[in-house]
């Protein structure tokens, strides 16, 4: 049974992680262009108007995405899809409303050099992009509930298409070099992919269980308040960086540059991504799903984080040029960032306890507590230190969320996690990243990296077999 789980959840995450893969490559691709046409202080616009969307899009979904795995297969529950869809768009609309009347206030707020008339048009498309992608993504949810990966990738590819098409039209074929053109293409891509979802949204009998909603909201609050937390712990440091940088700093210089290097961690999340779409539909499948199945999820995310991890530090001489040459002096914060989302990627698969055992105030806490370690590093050690103390502050809350999860976890629903092996492997990672900064003259480095690399996955894979040929003779 376990075999059979494993496949299909590599067999999903693959799927999941297509469009992901794509979208995040083409998208990525698309950084070389903005930090050639723009300047570091343009971009880093465009990296704090992303960052508070962000928060804006948890705050906006209110933890119904995970809510509709929860109450979505329950036979008790049959108005699932019907309240939490009709819910999802009647709180996009109000927000619709009530934003776009405060859109000049909004503007104001932001304090940009820009002309207000410019950046009350910034705040307006990204009212339009959150609440039709708010819309889009419980829609996706209930693809994804229904075991249609296909269907999901499909759409969601020819989104990421459209996005890249418009960026390129608009940049690079007419020669638009405002940032206002990203947003426009954003835009564009969002509301077709909301035409090609619509008949999905036609088809389901939009009602409103008020009972069935008090029920979920009492699972989705602690939710939204975890993920809120945790989008602080994902994308404050941006903000931070503008109200806490020293006088004497080209502040949005400097957000423009962390904004870019972070994109250079983009390989561990995009395969979290593709690992979180996959997991969230199978973890409430309680006929085929186990705690030793649980356990074996994280050493699995664990081995192939780490080896990605480990392809980008070792061929960062390479992957730095994705990014122009004037973003390059960020690039010390990259090793700092990658093992900051391999960790988040490790408390994501230790948060499986509290969602099954519907104790998801746990996740708001230990989110809480997060965003409280990032929001006092970033203040006390911005002025000084930069961006790299947003970077340290990222690595910290992350390794403390997971720390804590774990710890937590085991007093109430013990999973049979195989930490000392899952530590060896973090530590290992470490060591073989150390190792490939030596510059031994008798070598090349692509060669030395290339040997650390193998020899990396080698032990691995001897571990786990011997781990096999133990568990199987014990069983």
């Avoid at 649980?294 to 392809?311: C, E, P, R, S």
């Avoid at 998801?360 to 806490?365: K, L």
Wanted: with cysteine.
């Amino acid at each position: 049974m376990s075999n059979f789980i494993f496949k299909k959840l590599a067999n999903q995450t693959l799927i999941y992680g297509i469009p992901s893969v794509i979208g995040r490559f083409l998208n990525y691709l698309l950084v070389p262009i903005y930090s050639r046409i723009f300047l570091p202080k343009e971009y880093g616009i465009v990296t704090e108007l992303y960052a508070y969307a962000a928060f804006f899009s948890i705050i906006l979904l209110y933890g119904m995405e995970t809510s509709f795995f929860r109450f979505y297969k329950d036979k008790k529950h049959k108005n699932t899809s019907e309240t939490i869809i009709f819910s999802v768009i009647f709180t996009s609309l109000i927000f619709t409303l009530v934003s776009f009347l405060s859109a000049e206030k909004i503007a104001n707020w932001f304090n940009y050099t820009t002309q207000t008339s410019t950046v009350v048009i910034y705040i307006k498309i990204f009212i339009f992009i959150l609440s039709i992608d708010s819309v889009n993504t419980i829609l996706f949810t209930k693809i994804r509930a229904d075991e249609k990966p296909i269907k999901f990738a499909t759409i969601k590819t020819i989104n990421i298409f459209f996005n890249i098409f418009f960026n390129i039209y608009f940049l690079i074929i007419l020669g638009k070099t405002e940032i206002i053109y990203i947003f426009y293409s954003n835009l564009i891509a969002t509301t077709i992919s909301f035409i090609l979802l619509f008949p999905d949204l036609i088809k389901t009998k939009l009602k409103l269980d008020l009972k069935l909603l008090k029920q979920i909201l009492f699972y989705s609050i602690p939710l939204l308040l975890a993920g809120f937390a945790g989008i602080i712990n994902e994308a404050a440091d941006r903000i931070l960086l503008k109200k806490f940088l020293s006088t004497e700093s080209n502040v949005m210089h400097e957000i423009g540059v962390y904004g870019a290097c972070y994109k250079l961690s983009i390989a561990i999340v995009i395969f979290l991504q593709a690992y979180k779409l996959a997991v969230e539909p199978m973890i409430f499948d309680k006929k085929n799903m186990n705690k030793i199945i649980y356990a074996k999820m994280l050493n699995y995310f664990v081995i192939v984080g780490t080896v990605i991890l480990l392809i980008i530090l070792m061929y960062i001489d390479y992957f730095k040029f994705f990014i122009g040459p004037k973003f390059h002096e960020g690039i010390k914060i990259v090793p700092i960032l990658l093992f900051a989302n391999l960790f988040f990627g490790i408390y994501y698969s230790l948060s499986v306890w509290y969602k099954i055992t519907d104790k998801t105030m746990y996740g708001a806490v230990f989110s809480i507590l997060g965003a409280i370690i990032t929001i006092i590093i970033n203040i006390i050690f911005i002025p000084e230190f930069g961006y790299l103390a947003s970077a340290w502050a990222t690595f910290i809350c992350f390794f403390s969320m997971a720390l804590l999860s774990y710890i937590v976890g085991r007093q109430n629903y013990k999973i049979p996690y195989n930490m000392p092996k899952i530590i060896i492997y973090l530590l290992l990672s470490f060591v073989f990243y150390k190792l490939s900064l030596i510059d031994i003259q008798i070598i090349s480095k692509e060669i030395m990296r290339l040997c650390l690399l193998f020899t990396y996955m080698l032990i691995i894979f001897i571990i786990e077999k011997k781990h096999s040929i133990y568990e199987n003779k014990n069983t």
